[in-house]
């Protein structure tokens, strides 16, 4: 039987305040938005930002919604999901997230302090 890897790897910033939602059964979860920057492939030093769809389930929602502010650095690792489906009008959507498995703070951006006091440390 052939292997395969569904795992992803990513370090960026975290576009707005994460918001702490509850599924009916009582789970935490939290969707947050997260960018990340690539050089363009021209010779130019322009960078294009990608942004991250990150959801975070039970304690770890809990703890993300708890410490994690806009602007600051996150490293997240987890696996892709992606969801498909069709509207009322017929038409086909879809959307892929990130399903966190590891979340790591790293704090506030430029090393600038974040707003429970950690300077780009993992907590």
């Known amino acids: ?24 059964n009582g789970m935490a979860v939290v969707q947050l938005r997260l960018a990340t920057d690539r050089r363009s ?4 030093a322009e960078t294009q930002t990608d942004w991250h769809t990150v959801v975070c389930w039970d304690k770890q929602a809990e703890a993300v919604a708890q410490y994690v502010h806009k602007g600051e650095r996150l490293y997240i690792a987890g696996r892709l999901n992606h969801q498909s489906w069709e509207t009322d009008s017929g038409e086909r959507r879809g959307r892929t997230e ?3 498995s590891e979340v790591i703070f790293l ?3 430029n ?12 907590v």
Not at 41 to 44: N, V
């Open 107 to 109: 704090g506030a951006s």
């Open 111 to 122: 090393g600038q302090r974040s707003e429970n006091g950690t300077e780009d440390s993992p």
């Open 41 to 44: 492939r021209d010779e130019s």
């Open 98 to 100: 990130v399903h966190a």
């Open 1 to 24: 039987m052939s292997r395969t890897i569904n795992r992803v790897e990513l370090l960026g910033r975290v576009g707005s305040d994460p918001e702490l939602r509850r599924t009916q």
